[in-house]
Nanobody
Framework: EVQLVESGGGLVQAGGSLRLSCVVS????????IGWFRQAPGKEREGVSC????????YYADSVKGRFTISSDNAKNTVYLQMNSLKPEDTAVYYC??????????????WGKGTLVTVSS
C-alpha cells in the first residue's frame, strides 16, 4: 500500500519558518517525483514545488520562489519543504503527492492527507 504522510504544519507568525516533511512508503522512491501542493479555503489547488528523486531536479511556483526550498533524504524516503519568510497568503492545507515529473503541477497519482499551515499577520 502506498502511503504519503505529511507533518510539520502549524501556526506561525508572518516572517517565520516551518519545515514540512513527507514520508513515503510502498513505492520505489527513486522512480518518482514528489510534489507539494496547497489549497486555501475557496481557492484552487496550487502546485508549490516538486523534486525529481532520481536526478534532483526541482521546480518552484513563482509565489514561493526564493522563500521555499524542497529537498529529499533518500535514505529515509522523505521529502522536506523548508518554508521561510512566511506570509499570511501562504495559509493553506499542504499536501505531498507522488507521481511522474511530467504530471506536476496538474496532478499526481498518490496523495497524502495534508497538513495545515496557518500564518498569522
Amino acid at each position: 500500500e502506498v502511503q504519503l504522510v505529511e507533518s510539520g504544519g502549524g501556526l506561525v507568525q508572518a516572517g517565520g519558518s516551518l519545515r514540512l516533511s513527507c514520508v513515503v512508503s510502498g513505492l520505489t522512491f527513486d522512480d518518482y517525483a514528489i510534489g507539494w501542493f496547497r489549497q486555501a479555503p475557496g481557492k484552487e489547488r496550487e502546485g508549490v514545488s516538486c523534486i525529481s528523486i532520481s536526478d534532483g531536479r526541482t521546480y518552484y511556483a513563482d509565489s514561493v520562489k526564493g522563500r521555499f526550498t524542497i529537498s529529499s533524504d533518500n535514505a529515509k524516503n522523505t521529502v522536506y519543504l523548508q518554508m521561510n519568510s512566511l506570509k499570511p497568503e501562504d495559509t493553506a492545507v499542504y499536501y505531498c503527492a507522488a507521481g511522474g515529473w511530467w504530471e506536476f503541477p496538474y496532478g499526481m497519482g498518490y496523495w497524502g492527507k495534508g497538513t495545515l499551515v496557518t500564518v498569522s499577520s
